[in-house]
Structures are given as structure tokens and as C-alpha cells.
């Protein structure tokens, strides 16, 4: 296998403290990319860029939250300051807020629009410069432009198909999808692809038994993650494959789409989910 496949290639990967967001920044960096792991927790974001630098990488962390509107800016120029350009941004950071729709509220709601479809919205913007003008400048001087450029945006099948509680992850997750193929559409020309990964039922925080705790505060409020165990045995009826992804096996998808061995894919949803929902 090319251990090279991203030499020389800057990475963001946003949610790349914890789950399949650090499984992807290892596996970058393993393929010789310059890593920029961001999360909204500082503790995990700086123990992956010491596990990463002490495995032979390039790293640096920009921790912060993506719904803060002044984030991009200090993590898309952070990384252009350091590694002097970006090539791939993976728009992975993102938990759940579940409730039913009849007794879901409007802060439920935004939060889980805010983290899926709007903080993308905006890293995505923040690239431009370094991006979209930095190809646009490539093809003027030499006809076509000179590294590979991608955006990933992560999705689920919860986007594709809906799934009950999750009205407000359902749309923040199928908005995601049409934003991944209007700019696929808007910098296809400068040869910037943009697709979406969608992951099934991915072994993470997210998906462990509620009944182990693990939440995330928001405002003043802890939000509670996992699924009930109950539930979570039944995840994988009707899966072809019998059983969960690990974390690894949801970055592969992930690095699949950003390498340079995708360069006519674009505009896609890569489904990583062992076939549920086929
Ligand atoms: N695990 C699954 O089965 C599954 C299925 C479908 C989609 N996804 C999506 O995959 C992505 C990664 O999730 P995961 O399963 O690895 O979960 P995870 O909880 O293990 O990791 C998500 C990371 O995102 C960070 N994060 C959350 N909100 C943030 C914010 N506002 N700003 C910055 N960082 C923030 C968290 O701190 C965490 O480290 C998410 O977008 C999730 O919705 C996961």
C-alpha cells in the first residue's frame, strides 16, 4: 500500500479528539499527512497530537467549538499560519440530542442544525481563500490546479432515511448532503471535490449503551449519548454484515473519499454502513 498517499497534504478534521474523527486523523497521518486535530475538548485533541507526533507524524491541534462563529476563522487560518495551506477539510465534529418530534424543542432542534449543517457551512466558507482562490490561481498560471483539494462532510443514515427521535439529527444530517453536492457543483471547476460519507451503526461514545453515562454539556444542559441497550441489540437486524463498524473501519470510508485516488468522485455520498438500508 502507498504510505504516501497524502504526503505533503494538510488535513482538518473537526471532532478528531474521540471516535471515528481520531481514528481518521491517525490513519491521515499514517499516510504521510500533516494532521490539524480539532475537537471541543482540548484534553483528547492534545493527547492525539502527542500520540500521532510520538508515531513518527505531523501534527498540531486547534481546539475549539464549531458552532462558535468565530471558530473557523482560528482554525482554518491556524492551520494556514502553521503548515502554510490546507488541502482536506473533514466536517465530522457532531453529537445527538434525541427526543421525539412532538415533544422535541426549538433549542433541541437548532443545536443539532448548528453542529450538522451550519458549522460545516462555515468552514467550508473560511476555505475559499486558501482553497477555491488558491486552485482558481493554479489554473490560471499552469491550466489546471496542482494538489489534490477535498472536502469530506459526514452524514447518516439517519439523513438518508430518517430514524424515530432523531428529527433534528435527521435533517442537520440530510442538509449536510445537498451542501456537499451545491459545492461540488460551485468548486468542481477549480478541481475541489466535495462528498459526504454517511455512517450506519460506527462502535463510538455516540453509539454505546446510554446506560454507561457519557454526555456532553451544551449551554447549561447535559446532554445524555448512547443508546439504550435494548435498542442497541436490535442495531444490526437486517444489517448484511451482522455487526457494528469499528472506528477505524468508519475513517477508512473517510480517507477513501479524500485521497487523491478519488479524483473523479465527486458529489457523492459514500454510504459506510455494511449494507443497512440496502
Ligand atoms: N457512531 C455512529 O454510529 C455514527 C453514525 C452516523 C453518523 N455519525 C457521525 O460521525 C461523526 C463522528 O461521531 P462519532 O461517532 O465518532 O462520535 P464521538 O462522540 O466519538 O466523536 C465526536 C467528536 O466530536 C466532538 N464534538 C461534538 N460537538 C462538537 C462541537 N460543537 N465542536 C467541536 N467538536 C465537537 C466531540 O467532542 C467528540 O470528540 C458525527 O458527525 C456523528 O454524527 C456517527
Known sequence: MNKNLFEDQVIVVTGGGRGIGAAACKLFAEFGGKVVVSDRDEEPTAALVDE????????I???GDVTDPAFPAKLIGGTVEHFGKINILVNNAGYTWDGMMHKMTDEQWYAMIDVHTTAPFR????CAPYMREKAKAEIAEH????????????????????????????????????????????WG???????????????????????EG????????????????GMRSRATTGNPL????????????IIMMASPLASYVNGHCLEVTGGSGI
Open 61 to 63: 491541534g486547534i481546539a
Open 123 to 126: 468552514l467550508i466558507r473560511e
Open 214 to 229: 457519557a454526555s456532553l454539556k451544551v449551554g447549561d444542559k447535559e446532554i445524555a449519548l448512547g443508546i439504550p441497550e
Open 189 to 211: 471547476g477549480f478541481g475541489i471535490r466535495c462528498n459526504a460519507v454517511a455512517f450506519g451503526f460506527i462502535e463510538t461514545r455516540l453509539t454505546n449503551a446510554k446506560e
Open 143 to 186: 491550466g489546471a490546479p496542482q494538489e489534490n483539494r477535498a472536502i469530506i462532510n459526514i452524514s447518516s443514515t439517519s439523513g438518508l432515511h430518517g430514524n424515530v427521535g432523531q428529527i433534528n439529527y435527521a435533517c442537520g444530517k440530510a442538509g449536510i448532503v445537498g451542501m456537499t453536492k451545491t459545492v461540488a457543483k460551485e
Open 242 to 253: 451482522g455487526r457494528p463498524g469499528s472506528p477505524e473501519e468508519g475513517a477508512s470510508g
Open 52 to 59: 500521532i507526533k510520538d508515531s513518527g507524524g505531523d501534527a
